[in-house]
């Protein structure tokens, strides 16, 4: 099993900037692909940012070019630096692994609120 804990989420005004931080417990060693997804109000959850163990990532095109998305393993985390953010981009991020048998972990979420 696999368990993952996100911070980071809070308030900010449309053009600033948030860092968001998932830490990975737990059976860490089978884990592939890190990323985060977002689910807006009355929307399905969507793909953020995906990134691999070798460190090949993956963006949705709205965010690409402001968001960042990043690794380490060492410490079994991964992060999302979210700059130049908009009020669309207002969700709850969920930090999500996947491992070698395929299986899925999701964290618990945290809110992103960008106003205008």
């Known amino acids: 099993q696999v368990q993952l804990v996100e911070s980071g989420g809070g308030l900010v005004q449309a053009g600033g900037s948030l860092r968001l931080s998932c830490a990975a417990s737990?059976?860490?060693?089978?884990?592939?692909?890190m990323g985060w997804y977002r689910q807006a109000p009355g929307k399905q959850r969507e793909l953020v940012a995906v990134?691999?163990?070798?460190?090949?990532?993956n963006y949705e095109d709205s965010v690409k070019g402001r968001f960042t998305i990043s690794r380490n393993n060492a410490r079994n985390g991964v992060y999302l630096q979210m700059d130049n953010l908009n009020p669309e981009d207002t969700a709850v991020y969920y930090c999500?692994?996947?491992?070698?048998?395929?299986?899925?972990?999701w964290g618990q979420g945290t809110q992103v609120t960008v106003s205008s």
């Open positions: 737990g059976s860490i060693f089978k884990l592939r692909v």
């Open positions: 990134i691999t163990r070798e460190g090949s990532t």
């Open positions: 999500n692994a996947n491992d070698i048998n395929f299986d899925d972990y």
